[in-house]
């Protein structure tokens, strides 16, 4: 099954709206809410951003397809709008990544729990793409497909009450928490933050499951909390650019009122 979007910015101007011509991101442009600021998911193809990103917007698992070039959801968080990008993992779309994370305040470096060459390849692949964030990008590492390999993981989707499951996980973990953490300290080296006044690496290293569900809201709302100085300090700073257009004409009242 496909997933959809809220809005997808690649197929938008292919979509039509009631059978009129009319596309859907020209269409909703004028109701759209504008973003306070900008989280990307980044990884190697397969890890699962796209199911991660489905179960937190849509509560739910299902089967998805290999994303194109990318979209984004927008969730609002209070009194303010953040917008997620999905990525595509996949090679051929390698050199959209960077636009991706122009002007990010968090990033979701995710890779798989059982395949160790995921998290490899986020160092070697997708940390490069970040130089186009924001300097005081947050960044975390995940884990996902945590249910394969970790019983609690596997529970977490259960429906409450019923008994608890026969299966155990059977896949090799081939990452460990520790591997994911010690790629956090590099990836703060590469960023060149200070280790002491950045995020703690037990803090943004999770262990997820989209299909259970495990750590997923967490993984979220850690990260949204976390973006909240960077969207008042973007709001602060647009409120300082923003003329007062009566200010203005009060102004010029009172000089011609002086002067005549
Ligand atoms: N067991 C398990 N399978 C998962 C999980 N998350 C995703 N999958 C499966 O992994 C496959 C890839 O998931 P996607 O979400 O499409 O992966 P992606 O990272 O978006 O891949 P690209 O769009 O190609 O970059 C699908 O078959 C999913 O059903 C998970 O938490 N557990
Ligand atoms: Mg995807």
Not at 43 to 56: A, Q
Not at 105 to 117: E, K, N
Not at 180 to 190: C, E, I, N, S, T
Not at 211 to 226: H, P
Request: hydrophobic share 35%.
């Amino acid at each position: 099954m496909k997933v959809k979007y809220n809005i997808d910015i690649f197929s938008a101007s292919r979509l039509m709206v009631n059978k009129r011509r009319v596309p859907i991101a020209m269409a909703d442009s004028a109701t759209m809410k504008r973003p306070d600021v900008k989280l990307v998911l980044l990884g190697d193809m397969n890890v699962g951003k796209t199911s991660l990103l489905h179960r937190y917007m849509a509560r739910k698992f299902t089967e998805t397809v290999s994303t194109v070039g990318g979209a984004f959801f927008l969730k609002q968080w209070g009194p303010y709008n953040i917008s997620i990008w999905d990525t595509a993992g996949r090679e051929q779309f390698h050199g959209l990544g960077s636009m991706y994370c122009r002007g990010a305040a968090a990033i979701i470096l995710t890779y798989d729990v059982t395949s160790w060459q995921s998290l490899v390849e986020l160092e070697e692949r997708f940390l490069s793409l970040t130089d186009t964030a924001n300097e005081d990008c947050i960044y975390a590492i995940v884990g996902n497909k945590a249910d394969l390999t970790d019983p609690k993981a596997l529970e977490a989707g259960s429906e409450e009450g019923a008994e608890p499951s026969e299966r155990r996980p059977s896949v090799r973990k081939q990452v460990q928490r520790e591997d994911a953490m010690a790629l956090y300290g590099r990836v703060l080296k590469y960023k060149l933050q200070d280790e002491k006044s950045s995020q703690p690496a037990e803090s943004m290293c999770f262990e997820t499951s989209a299909k259970t569900g495990y750590n997923v809201d967490l993984l979220f709302e850690t990260l949204f909390d976390m973006v909240l100085p960077s969207i008042l300090k973007k709001r602060a700073e647009n409120n300082s650019h923003t003329v007062d257009l009566e200010d203005r004409r009060d102004a010029k009242r009172t000089r011609s009122g002086c002067c005549s």
